[in-house]
Protein backbone atom coordinates (compact mmCIF):
# COMPACT_ATOMS: atom_id res chain seq x y z
CA UNK A 1 0.00 0.00 0.00
CA UNK A 2 1.38 3.22 -0.81
CA UNK A 3 1.34 6.29 1.16
CA UNK A 4 -1.54 8.36 -0.77
CA UNK A 5 -3.14 4.80 0.14
CA UNK A 6 -2.97 5.48 3.65
CA UNK A 7 -3.65 8.86 3.76
CA UNK A 8 -6.50 9.33 1.88
CA UNK A 9 -9.92 8.15 1.77
CA UNK A 10 -12.16 6.88 -1.07
CA UNK A 11 -14.87 6.70 0.62
CA UNK A 12 -16.72 8.49 3.04
CA UNK A 13 -19.50 8.05 5.85
CA UNK A 14 -21.79 10.92 6.46
CA UNK A 15 -25.01 12.10 8.21
CA UNK A 16 -27.80 14.12 6.97
CA UNK A 17 -28.77 16.32 9.54
CA UNK A 18 -32.37 16.36 10.86
CA UNK A 19 -32.46 18.81 13.57
CA UNK A 20 -29.05 20.18 13.71
CA UNK A 21 -28.04 23.19 16.84
CA UNK A 22 -25.14 23.87 18.88
CA UNK A 23 -24.00 21.59 21.26
CA UNK A 24 -23.64 23.49 24.75
CA UNK A 25 -21.94 20.11 26.16
CA UNK A 26 -18.79 20.21 23.43
CA UNK A 27 -18.98 24.05 23.01
CA UNK A 28 -16.00 24.73 25.65
CA UNK A 29 -13.79 22.29 24.44
CA UNK A 30 -14.60 22.92 20.33
CA UNK A 31 -12.73 26.01 18.83
CA UNK A 32 -14.77 25.59 15.74
CA UNK A 33 -18.52 26.49 17.77
CA UNK A 34 -18.62 30.03 17.56
CA UNK A 35 -21.01 32.08 20.21
CA UNK A 36 -23.27 34.48 19.01
CA UNK A 37 -22.34 36.95 21.67
CA UNK A 38 -25.18 38.88 22.22
CA UNK A 39 -27.24 35.38 22.21
CA UNK A 40 -24.96 32.44 23.31
CA UNK A 41 -25.05 29.34 21.89
CA UNK A 42 -27.81 28.12 19.94
CA UNK A 43 -29.62 25.27 21.89
CA UNK A 44 -32.97 24.69 19.68
CA UNK A 45 -33.39 23.79 16.30
CA UNK A 46 -34.50 26.48 14.16
CA UNK A 47 -36.12 26.01 10.47
CA UNK A 48 -33.76 28.40 9.03
CA UNK A 49 -30.25 27.09 10.67
CA UNK A 50 -31.95 23.30 9.83
CA UNK A 51 -32.43 24.58 5.97
CA UNK A 52 -28.87 25.75 5.68
CA UNK A 53 -27.22 22.69 7.16
CA UNK A 54 -28.83 20.96 4.98
CA UNK A 55 -27.96 22.87 1.82
CA UNK A 56 -24.58 23.00 3.08
CA UNK A 57 -24.41 19.45 3.23
CA UNK A 58 -25.98 18.28 -0.11
CA UNK A 59 -23.68 20.64 -1.43
CA UNK A 60 -20.77 18.86 0.09
CA UNK A 61 -21.71 15.12 -0.72
CA UNK A 62 -21.92 16.79 -4.22
CA UNK A 63 -19.11 18.22 -4.45
CA UNK A 64 -17.31 14.76 -2.81
CA UNK A 65 -18.89 12.87 -5.45
CA UNK A 66 -17.69 14.74 -8.57
CA UNK A 67 -14.65 14.50 -7.04
CA UNK A 68 -14.85 10.69 -7.06
CA UNK A 69 -15.40 10.33 -3.04
CA UNK A 70 -18.16 7.59 -2.73
CA UNK A 71 -20.20 9.09 0.00
CA UNK A 72 -21.89 6.36 2.23
CA UNK A 73 -24.64 8.39 3.22
CA UNK A 74 -27.42 8.13 5.93
CA UNK A 75 -30.15 9.97 7.38
CA UNK A 76 -29.93 10.86 10.88
CA UNK A 77 -32.70 10.39 13.15
CA UNK A 78 -34.84 12.82 14.79
CA UNK A 79 -34.85 10.44 18.30
CA UNK A 80 -32.84 10.61 20.15
CA UNK A 81 -31.93 14.29 19.01
CA UNK A 82 -27.97 14.12 18.37
CA UNK A 83 -26.93 17.76 18.13
CA UNK A 84 -23.21 16.59 16.30
CA UNK A 85 -24.41 13.19 14.40
CA UNK A 86 -22.89 14.85 11.17
CA UNK A 87 -19.25 14.31 12.53
CA UNK A 88 -19.25 10.83 12.61
CA UNK A 89 -15.36 11.14 12.61
CA UNK A 90 -15.21 11.51 15.97
CA UNK A 91 -16.56 8.30 17.18
CA UNK A 92 -15.85 6.13 14.42
CA UNK A 93 -12.97 5.06 12.09
CA UNK A 94 -12.92 2.92 9.23
CA UNK A 95 -9.33 1.70 7.81
CA UNK A 96 -7.79 0.14 4.69
CA UNK A 97 -7.89 -3.63 6.03
CA UNK A 98 -11.51 -3.70 7.30
CA UNK A 99 -11.40 -2.78 10.39
CA UNK A 100 -13.51 -0.35 12.32
CA UNK A 101 -12.42 1.37 15.67
CA UNK A 102 -14.74 3.20 17.96
CA UNK A 103 -14.13 6.07 20.34
CA UNK A 104 -15.48 7.13 23.60
CA UNK A 105 -16.99 10.36 23.30
CA UNK A 106 -15.96 13.02 26.10
CA UNK A 107 -19.54 14.85 26.60
CA UNK A 108 -22.43 12.12 27.20
CA UNK A 109 -24.57 13.49 24.70
CA UNK A 110 -22.91 12.69 22.06
CA UNK A 111 -22.72 9.21 22.89
CA UNK A 112 -25.89 8.69 21.75
CA UNK A 113 -24.58 9.10 18.32
CA UNK A 114 -23.04 5.44 18.12
CA UNK A 115 -25.60 3.91 15.63
CA UNK A 116 -24.85 -0.08 15.44
CA UNK A 117 -27.51 0.07 12.31
CA UNK A 118 -25.12 2.03 10.39
CA UNK A 119 -22.19 -0.18 10.84
CA UNK A 120 -24.00 -3.39 10.10
CA UNK A 121 -24.79 -1.71 6.75
CA UNK A 122 -21.36 -0.78 5.94
CA UNK A 123 -20.15 -4.19 7.30
CA UNK A 124 -22.71 -6.31 5.11
CA UNK A 125 -21.65 -4.05 1.66
CA UNK A 126 -18.53 -2.82 2.42
CA UNK A 127 -16.50 -5.70 4.97
CA UNK A 128 -15.97 -3.26 7.54
CA UNK A 129 -15.93 -5.30 11.07
CA UNK A 130 -15.73 -3.74 14.11
Same mark, same amino acid.
Given at each position: ???? &? /???? +?????? /? !??????? !???????????? &?????? =???? &?????? =????????????? *??????????? &???? !??? *????? !??????????????????????? /??? *??????? +??????????
Amino acid at each position: MSLA &D /RQTA +ADVMMI /R !PVAFVGN !PQTQPSNSFQQL &DSANGA =ATSV &DAASQT =AALLEFDVLAGAL *RQAGVQGHVFD &DTPE !PHT *RDSIF !PNNWVSFHADGTVVLYPMLAENR /RLE *RRLDLLE +ALSSKHGFHA
